[in-house]
């Protein structure tokens, strides 16, 4: 593994991807805007880079200031954790023309993909995404579906695949796989990679990165695939895993109203559960200020069971343990959601 891995990034993922790295024995380099000069990522990082003005165009954005971090840092690898920069074919080419090595698609095909319009937004009608890691060959990863209402995604990936969950004309979830895993194979694709596919399973858009769905798939596949992508770059063999849970269930918790431009809200308490079955990865610590300027991410939460009936029930239980106060959240849609979920599944075994 690199000896020093720069995260470029900001929110729970980012954190993730922090951690990730740290459990791997690289030392994790952060980089923040002035206004996230003690954000969670931050405070995870073994060492954090100031690049910019809160405006993300001036920060987490500006590609020459995320590859001279890295330089200034002694990493020897960048890691981009959101797709627009995981994406980007410009960034891509400067960490490979400054001798680093870049944790994602090769820059040529970034272009590529580009032009091709496969980095389009994944449009509302999609029913799921493939998630996973690309080698060359296949991916290694699992077909991750989701439900939406009033904004707030439920989304779920398990070994059964129940009839009450259905979309007519969607191939079965091993299909699926298949044939996404032939698309990246197909254009060379290796490292962490989502391709989301149309309600006929065809692919409809295909990114990089560390979506926030990545969890789900790591509980049932049972290892770390940022450590996975860490090796596969460095053309090492990734580590191998222990066995997954079933079937996981989860969503993002976030502010529905943020402050706008020269404002802060605090947040006067975020909590979430904890567990062995339950996944809480928090995008702030009580106290903090939501700022206007990044996607209100409150928190990524998670839970695997047995089943995808037990792991729905573990996420509704572990929503009760989720508290937050001092702005308004979607937490209650999620719940609607897998509510939703949890009465489809008991009618349809009645």
């Given amino acids: 593994m690199p000896d020093v891995v720069l995260v470029a990034g900001r929110g729970p993922m980012a954190t993730?991807?922090?951690?990730?790295?740290?459990?791997?024995?690289?030392?994790?380099?952060?980089?923040?805007?002035?206004?996230?000069v003690n954000a969670r990522h931050v405070r995870t990082a073994d060492e954090s880079v100031l690049i910019g003005a809160a405006a993300p165009e001036a920060s987490y954005l500006d590609l020459a200031a995320l590859v001279e971090a890295a330089q200034v840092s002694g990493a020897q690898a960048l890691l981009p954790v959101h797709a627009v920069l995981a994406g980007s074919?410009?960034?891509?080419?400067?960490?490979?023309?400054?001798?680093?090595?870049?944790?994602?698609?090769?820059?040529?095909?970034?272009?590529?993909?580009?032009?091709?319009?496969?980095?389009?937004?994944?449009?509302?009608?999609?029913?799921?995404?493939?998630?996973?890691l690309a080698d060359g060959f296949r991916i290694d990863g699992l077909v991750v579906r989701r439900t939406r209402?009033?904004?707030?995604?439920?989304?779920?990936?398990?070994?059964?695949?129940?009839?009450?969950?259905?979309?007519?004309?969607?191939?079965?979830?091993?299909?699926?796989?298949?044939?996404?895993?032939?698309?990246?194979?197909?254009?060379?694709?290796?490292?962490l990679i989502s391709i989301a596919f149309g309600p006929?399973?065809?692919?409809?858009?295909?990114?990089?990165?560390?979506?926030?769905?990545?969890?789900?798939?790591?509980?049932?596949?049972?290892?770390?695939?940022?450590?996975?992508?860490?090796?596969?770059?460095?053309?090492?063999?990734?580590p191998a895993g222990s066995p997954g849970a079933p079937a996981a269930v989860g969503g993002v918790v976030r502010a529905t109203a943020v402050p706008g431009a020269g404002q802060r809200a605090s947040i006067s308490e975020l909590s979430g559960p904890d567990g062995a079955?339950?996944?809480?990865?928090?995008?702030?610590?009580?106290?903090?200020?939501?700022?206007?300027?990044?996607?209100?991410?409150?928190?990524?939460?998670?839970?695997?069971?047995?089943?995808l009936a037990a792991a729905v029930a573990g996420f509704l239980e572990?929503?009760?343990?989720?508290?937050?106060?001092?702005?308004?959240?979607?937490l209650d849609q999620l719940r609607a959601r897998a509510e939703d979920i949890a009465a489809r599944l008991h009618d349809g075994s009645a």
């Fill in 16 to 36: 993730r991807a922090i951690r990730s790295c740290q459990r791997s024995g690289s030392k994790a380099v952060a980089v923040h805007s002035d206004a996230d």
């Fill in 89 to 132: 074919a410009e960034l891509a080419r400067r960490t490979c023309e400054a001798g680093l090595l870049w944790i994602g698609a090769d820059p040529d095909l970034l272009e590529t993909m580009q032009q091709a319009g496969w980095d389009a937004a994944v449009p509302d009608e999609s029913p799921g995404w493939v998630i996973g």
């Fill in 149 to 191: 209402a009033a904004g707030a995604a439920l989304c779920w990936t398990s070994a059964e695949e129940p009839g009450p969950l259905g979309v007519d004309g969607l191939p079965p979830a091993a299909k699926t796989l298949a044939v996404l895993s032939d698309l990246a194979v197909e254009l060379g694709w290796r490292g």
């Fill in 200 to 238: 006929d399973g065809a692919p409809v858009a295909v990114r990089g990165g560390l979506p926030a769905e990545l969890g789900l798939v790591e509980s049932r596949a049972g290892r770390d695939l940022v450590q996975a992508a860490l090796a596969l770059a460095e053309g090492g063999s990734p």
């Fill in 277 to 307: 079955s339950v996944q809480w990865e928090p995008g702030y610590a009580t106290g903090e200020s939501l700022s206007p300027w990044y996607d209100p991410v409150l928190g990524i939460l998670a839970a695997r069971g047995d089943d």
């Fill in 318 to 330: 572990a929503t009760s343990a989720v508290h937050v106060a001092g702005l308004p959240d979607d």
